[in-house]
């Protein structure tokens, strides 16, 4: 995983320092990456938190907060655009939970019950927000919403605040430490590092009720 994602940043870091202007190339690099990790099912080992930080950071060498700017509005489109595909596959996806071992892990059944009898509708926005902000539970969230009866309208709206949100957060994050010049093998193995601190966490039974117990009603 370490390797996948340094390579992945490493490519758009040499892309984006290309030259100093914003081209097409570098467009469709950025929202494929990201739209590709947020509408496919099985493509949440695509590190989008690295490639944000990494795409940041060379804003940050740059001293250009339009580059900036630029670079979170793409993310941001890129990203809602993967969860509006998302939650409509999700809609024959999770009827095939039994057949595919990647949703069967995401979606347990028992959880999606749990959820679908007790899920407090003042949570919606919380959840769908902090999905966004976890790798892997990303790619879940819009079939989730969709399995639990979550109006695609209203999804789309809570989704949209959350992709802006998260590109914005994740890309001036990458914009900072790019001024202060951190090496970029250092960046690389510290967000990994919490990566797998996160998903290392989310396996405590303890935690994983503590977390599902923000959404149910009490």
Not at 88 to 108: A, C, E, R, S
Not at 135 to 148: D, G, Q, T
Not at 171 to 200: E, K, N
Request: glycine share 10%; hydrophobic share 55%; aromatic share 14%.
């Amino acid at each position: 995983m370490i390797i996948l994602a340094s390579t992945f940043s490493q490519t758009i870091s040499h892309i984006l320092s290309a030259d100093q202007a914003f081209s097409l190339t570098k467009f469709l690099v950025m929202f494929l990456l990201i739209f590709i990790e947020t509408a496919g099912i099985i493509t949440g080992f695509i590190p989008g938190d690295t490639i944000l930080t990494s795409v940041g950071s060379v804003a940050g060498l740059h001293h250009n907060l339009w580059e900036l700017f630029a670079d979170g509005v793409i993310f941001g489109v890129a990203s809602l655009c993967g969860d509006a595909v998302n939650y409509w596959f999700g809609g024959f996806l999770t009827q095939q939970i039994g057949k595919i071992p990647v949703l069967k892990k995401y979606l347990d059944g028992g959880l999606i019950d749990r959820l679908a009898v007790d899920f407090h509708p003042k949570r919606w926005l919380l959840f769908v927000v902090l999905g966004r902000f976890l790798p892997f539970i990303r790619v879940a969230v819009p079939l989730l919403a969709h399995r639990l009866g979550l109006p695609f309208v209203t999804y789309l709206k809570m989704a949209a605040f959350a992709s802006f949100l998260w590109a914005f957060t994740i890309t001036a994050f990458g914009y900072f430490i790019g001024h202060l010049a951190i090496p970029h093998s250092a960046l690389i193995i510290g967000l990994i590092g919490l990566v797998i601190l996160l998903l290392v966490g989310l396996r405590s039974p303890k935690l994983r009720q503590a977390v599902i117990n923000l959404f149910v009603r009490k």
